[in-house]
């Protein structure tokens, strides 16, 4: 069952979570603090990223991403962000976010296991 979108930061609409999204959202605050990213801005942001980079996307081709090192994470995020990197949608989508969001979204995936 899954709750009405809302609109979030910047005016962007969110998508409608899960119960299972949710409860991962919520299960932020147990997380330990991190000397990178900004977690609770990784949770909201990594929505759009889990839609296509969840369990069983590699079947299809689409490389699993929890668990991955920040700094490896913003590295490839800020190669498609300035083109070093060729896959048009995601150099669109790394082309939207700021520095702050690339650290937040590593930081965040870098938690999941």
């Keep these: 069952m899954g709750l009405s979108p ?4 910047r005016g962007r ?11 991962l959202v919520l299960s ?5 603090a991190r000397a990178g990213g900004d977690l609770e801005l990784g949770a909201w ?7 296509c980079h969840r369990d069983g996307a590699a079947e299809r081709g689409i ?8 700094e490896a994470f913003a590295a490839e995020m800020r190669a498609y962000r300035s083109g070093g990197r060729l896959h048009a ?11 702050e969001e690339i650290a937040a979204l ?3 995936f870098a938690a999941q296991e």
């Design 6 to 9: 809302v609109v979030g930061r």
């Design 13 to 23: 609409r969110a998508g409608g979570f899960t119960a299972s999204g949710l409860a």
């Design 28 to 32: 932020l605050a147990a997380l330990p």
């Design 45 to 51: 942001l990594a929505g759009e990223c889990i839609t």
């Design 63 to 70: 490389p699993p991403i929890a668990g991955w090192p920040e």
């Design 89 to 99: 949608l995601m150099q669109m989508l790394a082309g939207r976010l700021s520095d």
């Design 106 to 108: 590593a930081a965040w």
